[in-house]
């Protein structure tokens, strides 16, 4: 049974619990904390804190309960532990930190990594994680707890700085509570926590405190001594001081280390003996240049030597050595800590040691030099700087401070604190100067010094140095052989004060010997008295020269009364005429100087004789006098006495006053003065102690306030103002004097006289008001001092006035003042302000009211006025402060009537002009962009211009000019003053709202619609700008919490008054609702992006404040009613975004508007345009805003449900536009698929091709769906603006052009937009042809941009005429042309792209796209590329369509292959002949038709040779569009599934094969000097992989007597197969002869072996390919040349070629030469052996171009060639090769497209050129119009031609170029005889120019002799590589027939044709390829016998013109 808990409610998980088993349990981590809510049987059933909606069962073994307390117990109680807030604080914070700490770890492997920030968090992760550990162990002592919270919260809140979190505002390192202060307060405290997280970026957290940080007067310097490296030999005393170099003296004591001869590190005397800390260092001394010197004296004989090694009787102390370090800026300031330094000693002449410091800090070198050492460091030191009061630097730096000896300054410090007892006499030994006493040399002079009482005793009070303990002489430094020894060695005498006065100090004189057995020898004495005979002042500081006495017996000065009668200063002893018990040695004298420092003692005379003044009546005025001149150290120290003595001058025993009554008042203001001084205001503590325990004159109050009047009343009177205002300086202590005089008379009389006392009082104020009101220039500064410290004085009057009587004189005075009065008036009148509201006066009810009457009425006139706005704020601010302080003593109902109108008065007075205020600062701030804050419906923003002029005073514009303020603090004074109307808002209740609106209806409707505007705009305002710092996350929400309760108290006014129908205002209901949605939408209430703990924390204090106002504008619509037509469309956005707001019952009440909006508009005007129009448009924008990923899946389950909704509403309430209705929603809802897709990839460069997807689909939407022509605009741009980044020029021009599509050649006007100006319809048009032509340019599509200049052209020549522009085009179209030709491009691959899976994006799931990969990709980048695009996605190894299984899978699965293209057939080149060049586009380009192969294995697969049942299966897709389009990708609309037999694909792979090698051989003829390792290559890979095995597999699966009779079906191709093996060996002969003409010497060999292997490739190919002798025809074996050359049309793809039944021989025949004509042959022979081909063509790709007729024959299969065919020439037709005189390459010409191509020889006669013809299949118009074959041949002449018309054979050429590769006869035949060269003249030069001999082949042109020239190269030299850049290298040999070549070789010339010579014994081949054979000089049977290696023609060149 599960019981509610009662006592666990809180606990905090200590395992880790996770139970899948059992169900309903709860996942918990260690360290979670959980709420609990029932228990049962060891269980708890509650939730975790971090999220609070999951609830579940635990068990409760596993939970560590923690007391707890609850907060609104009941439903929605919230359980919080009883810890510590800085240890929940802690948690809290650690748990927030680690997720962020996890997130940090997980992008460090990316870009956006940042592993020092990774580091810092995760250091102050374990700092606060420890911290707070020691803070719960509770064994700290409250001072450590108290140091220890300090450092978590200066911890806490530099990690939140660094992370970016919010600021948490603090007091003294608690958090504010934010219910428990003021809106105004909490902005305080934020200003303050940020001010200080600015000053201490390091950490030192945002501590802020609510008083002012007192200056930091003391400074200490903490001092050790670290090591000393020199070796003395004896022991030694290291004395270190501080010393000012700017001012040359030392400004310390001595600190004394002693060192024993074995050294420093040996010596260890007690603790800290090393370390002193240097005291009341004061800020000047920091900025001088200070060091700290180090004198080192030794200590032992006289003269040290390192050989006397036993001990001396003596220890003299002798000078060494003196060392300096100085102390830099950085250390003074203490910003390095403790730091360490090293300095050396230096030594001089013992004359010179007194100045050696100075000696070295001037750089005399030749006084001084440094002292050796062997080690490399000499004297190190350490030093620190502490700031503060020694007690609390002490408990500061416990361990470094504690127990260390203290070293004082010499003097005072900068402050003087009250307590302080001092009485220390410094005296120095200066300098002596002494006879020599008859000897040669000079004295050892030891000076003693002793401090001796008046008995004679010694005081043990003599320090030479601290750090040790007093002693009772003092022995000097001992100068060698020196009688005028300069010593400057400083000792303290530390003499107790009941002492000093009878003391004396006694200096002796000794001789030294450097004889250790001889004694010290006295020779004379000197004494110093440290008082005056009466016991008055001390010895005066400064120097003193003394007298010298012989004496040279110890015991004659053992009485002091013997010599203390005598003078002891030099001066005083000239004077003396008496005798003297002591001789005075005249020459003799010593120097001393002296410093006193006591706080009991004085040397000022002025100051005693003012003490003393009874005794000398008659001279008080010059004592008073000369008392301005004492130093204010003396008459502090004094100050008790003083006082007194002052008081009884004051007045008689009676109270009258007396003659110096006037003097002495000036004297007392003199003291008081005294104590505003730095220096001494420690001692107002002490002046306060006086007055209540010490002062007695109950009479002087009278007296007082007389003077005090009399100076107030010759204020205007005198020039003379500083006594004046030092008097109104020292107000508050003559205040306290005068109160506390009154109290002890009325305590002395009972109250007598207390209304005379108030009549002196208001006389006074009267005199104060007087004074104020007047305006004098010279009174100015009195009057600001005597407002400046009017405060002082009202505090103590309220000691004896009741509050309301002082409030009524501080009233009266403020009232006095000038509101006209200059700045520094005003500042001080506004400064006594703030100080009345600070003081007791306003925590009194009847006081607070007078106050505030005056001080708001005061304030709203400087705040209409605009100046001081600053000081405005502040007074203001405290207003608000302290009246919500006294609010919240009481409940909200339960207010009393005293503080309602105080508020009241506050609300009415100050409201309206605050808010002008702020608008007014936030229209005038530079960067605002109040404009753009609130949307501009109908016309907001004019309203707020009008607004500004008609109710913003004209001071306005005064505002920064008054002001003279940075931004920085406009910025400030505008957050301040927003402050101050929150926190009016915040006091404000229902009553005070309807109060204000009553107030301003009185004057007018339009004067309450003022203020209900700008209180509208200003919210506005502050909602949408950033008038607080985005972390200031809790001032934030207590302003939207302020600002949403004050909204529901203006709506009021609204419905009230502005919603009737004569009073309805359309501009301020607009502005209201655009502040409901603007506060909704704000960025810092989105809950859902918060932390869980954030979130938690809003919730519970505030709720969701988006739901409450969103249920008001729903509120407010409601009210609207007929009136809602005005807010269409300007709110259809704004409500759109309260949709974005994930709270379900909010949608569903906010989604009807959008109804009521279309209600209201079709009823209104018969349709809803203006809503579809605006929603649309709202939904793009709300997308291209970006608001975050969260809020849009939001938005789109808002837009399901809208549809939702607004369709039931529709089909519910049967509306007229039921049907329109439905069908717009449903559109609104396919739009928005769109959008979010588009949304969800707008980020992130992997998803750019999604983008342009995304686009596409809009633009579409908007253009067919919806027709909005502008919307389908932008987002053209917006693709063209995602294609050029990328590089996609073509699709750029491309997507371009749509909107040249829309554009016509009109004048008609367009307006301007961002991107064009305003123009006619032709500029636009002709400004959007240049930058598409432009990008067809850059993407090397040529083609298309030359329509687009022609059109220009027609433009600029028929309707423009401008001709300048006319040339420019024709130019670049010129230029275009030449690209085509000259211009290198790479042909796309195409990639098929399958998207399967319901994880993708709905605009590719289970669709099929065709891509157009990127210049130079290849199908693996390609699938890298798509991968980074779809990093989710599984990439299917396989090609095989998937199954459903996929498709219908939650994953992601792409499958991606290669497609060939499949282009169509051009009618624009039917019957013409083109340049390879240019049909080369169109075989890659404005193709929708693409091809792919998946083999596969009908029946059992033959191990031995796969060919024989290899089938294809070819796919043919089909996209939507041509590619390439607006995008590289189109989807694909249809496929069509064909298989290809095992012989077709062999046939298509032999003649892809025949087609590379022709390619590349092409390629190599016209670049001879290009790398020939690729050539190689490709030659030997062919011939090799057939001789190993290629053609024999192909020979052993088709060619055998098995398989026709199988599959006689295939006998077509089969027949076709051995066709392209022999045409195979054909081409191999001419590549083979081009690579040994330029293989080099070193490939020759390989080149040989190529030769040989290729002869018997040859031999087997002709007995593979002959034909049965019963099918030979005997009569052609004798009668039949070899073939003629045949021409083969250009589109012969073996996928398309064959079965195509449209053919370019309906093209016509070239036109006749007109002088020479070519000789007709006989029918039969031209027909010869065509029946013996008849059986084996009986299908194959020639199968349906068989039965059509004789011409059919004739056409479709190869022709024979005539006997006497060698022997005929003809004219060459146009299609013939040209050559330039300069061997440029000719330009082979073609017929048609395709992507293979040849190089087209022309015909000879004409059936030569028939056969020509011929050798492509027919159209079916030309077949029909064809009856026979002679039909053909009369369009040629029958004439024959004549020998001498023949051209010559070519020239023989070298040795190596004269190699027969044989191809005719048997294997063992010898190749047959050459033909002899023959020189004939050209008969016909202009035709085809004789210059060069004439030949053909597959390079282009061979000799007689077989050679290869290099006359006929395969392009110009802009011809593009045949291989890759990228797959330049050399290719493995692939086998025949391979599958398929990887590497894509341009297509450069088209393939061959050839004929079967049915009578040969062997299947003969054609001349090879591309051969011209005409001109041939020689007989028939020559040709034939040489036939095997065919002449080689040479194209001639034109004639020179």
């Known amino acids: 049974m599960w019981t509610p808990t009662k006592n666990q409610k809180f606990g905090v998980v200590i395992y880790n619990f996770e139970h899948v088993q059992v169900q309903q349990t709860l996942h918990l981590d260690v360290g979670e904390t959980v709420q609990v809510l029932e ?160 000053a201490h970026p390091q950490g030192l957290g945002t501590l802020a405190k609510k008083k002012e940080r007192r200056k930091v007067l003391s400074h200490h310097l903490f001092f050790c001594m670290r090591d000393f490296s020199y070796h003395l030999g004896e022991d030694a005393e290291v004395y270190f001081s501080l010393y000012d170099a700017q001012k040359g003296k030392f400004i310390s004591e001595r600190f004394l280390v002693r060192l024993s001869k074995e050294g420093f590190s040996n010596y260890v005397e007690k603790i800290h003996s090393n370390c002193t800390i240097f005291t009341d260092l004061g800020s000047g001394d920091l900025v001088s240049d200070l060091y700290i010197v180090a004198h080192v004296v030794r200590v032992g004989r006289m003269l040290f030597s390192e050989s006397v090694k036993k001990l001396s009787s003596h220890n003299y102390r002798r000078p060494y050595g003196v060392a300096l370090f100085r102390l830099a800026q950085p250390v003074l300031q203490g910003s390095e800590g403790e730091v360490e330094l090293t300095g050396k000693l230096f030594t001089s002449d013992e004359k010179d040691y007194w100045q050696l410091p100075e000696l070295i800090l001037k750089k005399q070198n030749n006084k001084y030099s440094i002292m050796s050492n062997n080690a490399s460091y000499g004297l190190v030191v350490s030093v620190k700087v502490v700031h503060g009061e020694l007690e609390q630097a002490t408990k500061e730096n416990p361990l470094l401070l504690k127990n260390v000896c203290i070293t004082k300054k010499l003097g005072f410090s900068d402050v003087i604190m009250p307590g302080d007892v001092r009485n220390d006499l410094y005296v120095t030994l200066n300098s002596g100067e002494f006879e020599r006493g008859g000897k040669s040399v000079g004295k050892n002079i030891e000076v003693t010094v002793l401090a001796l009482d008046a008995e004679g005793q010694a005081l043990q009070s003599i320090y030479s140095g601290m750090g040790h303990e007093g002693t009772t002489e003092f022995a000097s430094m001992i100068m060698y052989h020196n009688n005028s020894p300069r010593w400057n060695e400083r000792l303290k005498v530390g003499i107790p004060i009941d002492q000093f006065a009878a003391a004396h100090l006694r200096l002796e004189y000794r001789h030294c010997s450097t004889r250790e057995k001889n004694e010290k020898k006295l020779f004379g004495f000197s004494f110093v008295r440290l008082m005056d005979d009466d016991g008055g002042t001390t010895l005066r500081d400064g120097s003193h020269e003394l007298c010298v006495y012989k004496c040279d017996e110890r015991g004659r000065l053992n009485n002091p009364l013997e010599y203390l009668t005598m003078p002891f200063l030099s001066k005083e002893a000239v004077d003396c005429i008496y005798s003297l018990p002591f001789q005075r040695s005249p020459k003799e004298s010593i120097i001393i100087d002296t410093l006193l420092c006591s706080t009991k003692l004085t040397q000022n005379v002025d100051l005693l004789s003012l003490l003393r003044w009874r005794s000398a009546p008659d001279g008080i005025g010059e004592t008073l006098s000369r008392l301005t001149r004492v130093d204010g150290a003396e008459t502090v120290k004094f100050l008790q006495d003083v006082l007194d003595a002052l008081f009884a001058m004051f007045s008689t025993d009676d109270g009258n006053s007396t003659q110096h009554s006037g003097h002495v008042f000036q004297a007392l203001v003199f003291i008081f003065s005294l104590l505003e001084d730095s220096k001494f205001e420690h001692f107002k503590p002490v002046m306060d102690a006086y007055i209540t325990g010490h002062f007695a004159a109950a009479l002087v109050y009278k007296g007082l306030i007389s003077c005090v009047k009399h100076l107030s009343d010759l204020c205007p009177q005198t020039e003379k103002q500083e006594p004046i205002m030092r008097c109104f300086r020292s107000l508050e202590y003559i205040f306290k004097f005068i109160i506390q005089s009154r109290l002890l008379f009325a305590r002395a009389t009972g109250g007598q006289n207390e209304d005379s006392f108030r009549v002196d009082v208001d006389t006074l104020f009267e005199s104060f008001a007087h004074m104020l009101n007047m305006h004098l220039e010279n009174i100015q500064t009195s009057q600001v001092t005597l407002l400046e410290h009017l405060q002082g004085a009202c505090d103590q009057l309220c000691r004896v006035l009741s509050p309301g009587e002082v409030a009524n004189h501080l009233s009266n005075l403020f009232n006095a003042t000038p509101v006209e009065s200059t700045r520094e008036l005003t500042r001080a009148k506004l400064h006594a302000m703030k100080n009345s509201v600070n003081s007791p006066v306003f925590d009194d009810d009847e006081g607070r009211g007078l106050l505030l009457e005056t001080i708001c009425t005061h304030l709203r006139q400087h705040l209409d006025s605009r100046l001081e706005l600053v000081f405005c704020g502040d007074v203001l601010s405290d207003i608000v402060i302290l009246t919500h302080k006294h609010v919240k003593r009481f409940p909200h109902n339960k207010l009393p009537a005293t503080l309602h109108q105080d508020v009241e008065m506050i609300m009415l007075t100050l409201f309206d002009v605050v808010v002008q205020v702020i608008l007014t600062l936030e229209r005038s701030a530079p960067s605002s962009g109040s404009s753009t804050l609130i949307p501009d419906v109908m016309g907001l923003t004019q309203l707020l211009s009008a607004f500004k002029t008609k109710f913003v005073p004209t001071h306005a514009s005064l505002v920064m000019g008054s002001l003279s303020v940075t931004p920085t603090l406009q910025d400030d004074i505008r957050g301040s003053l927003v402050a101050c109307l929150m926190g009016i808002l915040q006091l404000m209740g229902e009553s005070h709202y309807s109060k204000l609106w009553e107030a301003h209806m009185t004057s007018g409707t339009h004067h309450l619609r003022h203020l209900l505007h700008s209180t509208v705009v200003l919210l506005a305002d502050l909602v949408r700008a950033e008038v607080f710092a985005s972390d200031w996350f809790v001032m934030r929400m207590v302003t939207n919490y302020t600002i949403l309760a004050a909204m529901q108290e203006i709506a009021q006014p609204l419905i009230a008054t502005f919603l009737k129908q004569e009073r309805f205002d359309n501009q301020l209901w607009s502005s209201y609702l655009n502040l409901a949605v603007g506060f909704l939408t704000q960025p810092c209430l989105q809950l859902e992006r918060f932390s869980q703990q954030k979130r938690h924390k809003v919730l519970e204090r505030y709720n969701d404040m988006r739901v409450l106002m969103g249920f008001q504008i729903l509120s407010m619509w409601r009210e609207l009613d007929e009136h809602r037509l005005h807010f269409i469309p300007g709110m259809v956005g704004p409500f759109l975004e309260v949709t974005l707001v994930p709270e379900p019952e909010l949608r569903k009440a906010t989604l009807p508007i959008f109804f009521d909006m279309m209600q209201a508009e079709q009823q209104a005007r018969g349709s809803f345009k203006q809503v579809e129009t605006e929603l649309i448009d709202k939904l793009d924008i709300l997308v291209s805003e970006n608001k975050g990923d969260d809020e849009y899946r939001q938005l789109f389950n808002t837009m399901e449900h809208l549809s939702a909704v607004l369709l039931e509403r529709v089909r519910s309430n049967d509306p007229v536009w039921r049907e329109s209705g439905t069908a717009f929603i449903n559109s609104v809802t396919r739009l928005l698929e769109r959008l979010l897709d588009y949304r969800n990839v707008m980020q992130g460069d992997e998803n750019c091709d999604k983008r342009m997807s995304c686009t596409v689909n809009l633009l579409n939407f908007y253009k067919n769906e919806i027709n909005r022509q502008e919307m389908y605009i932008r987002y053209i741009y917006k693709l063209h603006d995602l294609h050029v980044p990328a590089g996609n020029f073509t699709e750029a021009a491309f997507t371009l052009q749509l909107h040249a599509n829309q554009l016509s050649w009109t004048q008609r006007m367009l307006h301007a937009d961002h991107l064009y100006p305003a123009q006619t319809e032709t500029q636009r048009k002709e400004l959007i042809y240049m930058k598409i032509i432009d990008n067809f340019d850059k993407g090397k599509c040529w083609e298309q941009g030359i329509p687009l200049l022609e059109e220009l052209a027609t433009q ?94 939650d994953g992601q699965y792409i499958q991606i292959c290669a497609v060939k293209t499949l282009p169509e057939a051009n009618p624009m080149f039917e019957g013409a002949e083109v340049d390879e060049r240019i049909l080369k586009y169109y075989s890659n380009n404005h193709v929708r038709r693409f091809v792919y192969d998946r083999p596969f294995y009908r029946g059992p697969a033959d191990k031995d ?93 088709f060619f055998g007597p098995d398989y026709l009779v199988m599959y006689p079906e295939n006998a077509d191709h089969v027949n076709r197969l051995k066709v392209l093996l022999s045409e195979q060996t054909m081409i191999l002969e001419g590549a083979l002869d ?135 020439r ?75 018309s023949l051209p010559p054979l070519p020239p023989r050429v070298s040795e190596r170029q004269t190699r027969s590769v044989s191809l005719g006869g048997e294997d063992d035949a010898p190749p047959p005889v050459l033909p002899k060269r023959m020189v004939k003249k050209c008969p016909s030069p202009a035709m085809f120019g004789c210059d060069q001999p004439v030949g053909d082949g597959v390079d282009g042109c061979s000799s007689s002799g077989g050679g290869l020239s290099n006359g006929f190269p395969a392009s110009t030299p802009g011809t593009p590589p045949l291989l890759s850049p990228r797959n330049h290298r050399t290719p493995p040999p692939p086998p025949i027939p391979p599958k398929s070549i990887s590497t894509p070789l341009t297509p450069l010339s088209p393939p061959t044709s050839f004929s079967l010579n049915s009578s040969a014994e062997d299947l003969t081949p054609t001349t090879p390829t591309n051969i011209y054979i005409g001109n041939l000089d020689g007989s028939h049977h020559s040709l034939h016998e040489n036939y095997s290696v065919p002449p080689r023609l040479q194209p001639h060149p034109p004639p020179s013109p």
């Open 39 to 198: 228990e049962c049987s060891g269980w708890y059933r509650g939730f975790s804190t971090r999220n609070r909606n999951v609830k579940g069962i635990f068990p409760a073994q596993f939970i560590h309960l923690k007391p707890f307390k609850i907060d609104n117990e009941g439903l929605y109680e919230t359980v919080t532990p009883v810890e510590d807030p800085v240890v929940q604080e802690a948690a809290s914070v650690l748990r927030e930190w680690g997720q962020i700490w996890k997130n940090l770890y997980v992008q460090l492997g990316t870009p956006y990594g940042d592993q020092e920030l990774w580091d810092a968090v995760r250091k102050a992760m374990m700092d606060v994680a420890d911290w707070r550990k020691q803070l719960i162990t509770g064994t700290l002592t409250s001072d450590q707890i108290a140091q220890l919270k300090l450092k978590i919260t200066r911890k806490i809140d530099w990690g939140n700085r660094k992370l970016g979190l919010d600021l948490v505002p603090r007091v003294d390192g608690e958090m504010v509570d934010p219910d428990a202060v003021s809106v105004v307060e909490l902005h305080q405290v934020h200003v303050q926590s940020a001010e200080a997280s600015q």
């Open 1356 to 1449: 600029y020549r028929t309707r423009l005429f401008d001709y300048q522009k006319l040339s420019d085009v024709l130019k670049r179209q010129a230029s275009f042309y030449e690209k085509i030709l000259s211009g290198k491009r790479y042909d796309h691959e195409y990639f098929r792209v399958g998207f399967y899976g319901l994880g993708l994006p709905l605009f590719v799931r289970n669709k099929v796209f065709i891509y157009r990969g990127l210049e130079y990709e290849q199908i693996g980048a390609f699938t890298q590329r798509i991968q980074t695009e779809f990093p989710q996605a599984k990439m299917l190894s396989h090609n095989t369509p998937p199954d459903d299984s996929i498709r219908s899978s």
């Open 1505 to 1597: 040779n796969e060919f024989k049942n290899l089938w294809i299966e070819r796919i043919t897709y089909t996209t939507e569009f041509e590619l390439p389009g607006i995008l590289k990708w189109f989807e694909v609309i249809d496929q069509r599934v064909d298989q290809l037999c095992p012989p077709e694909y062999a046939c298509e792979t032999v003649e892809r094969n025949n087609k590379q090698i022709r390619q590349i051989s092409l390629h190599y003829r016209a670049n001879p000097q290009d790398n020939i390792q690729p050539f190689t290559m490709r030659l030997q890979g062919t011939i090799d992989a057939a001789v190993n095995g290629g053609i024999a597999k192909y020979q052993d699966a």
């Open 1634 to 1768: 081009l690579h040994g003409r330029i293989a080099p010497s070193a490939n020759q060999p390989l080149h040989r072996r190529l030769v040989e292997v290729f002869e018997g490739l040859r031999s087997k190919v002709r007995k593979m390919c002959s034909t049965p002798q019963s099918q030979r025809s005997t009569s052609s074996l004798q009668s039949t040349p070899p073939p003629p050359p045949t021409h083969r049309r250009a589109d012969s793809d073996p996928a398309t070629e064959f079965r195509r039944t449209g053919s370019i021989i309906n093209s016509p025949l070239p036109p006749l030469p007109s002088d020479k004509c070519a000789v007709s042959t006989s029918s039969s022979s031209s027909t010869s052996g065509l029946s013996s081909l008849r059986s084996s063509q009986a299908s194959s790709l020639y199968a349906h171009f068989h039965s059509a007729s004789h011409d059919d024959e004739l056409y479709a299969k190869p022709q024979e060639w005539d006997v006497g065919m060698a022997s005929h």
């Open 1770 to 1844: 003809d004219s060459r037709p146009r299609s013939a090769f040209i050559s330039d005189s300069r061997g440029s390459s000719p330009k082979s010409l073609s017929k048609s497209l395709n992507n293979d191509y040849m190089m087209v020889p022309p015909p000879k006669s004409s059936d030569e050129s028939q056969r020509w013809r011929h050798s492509r299949p027919p159209s079916p118009r030309t077949a029909r119009s064809s009856g026979t074959h002679d039909s053909l041949n009369t369009s040629w002449s029958d004439s024959h031609g004549s020998e001498e």
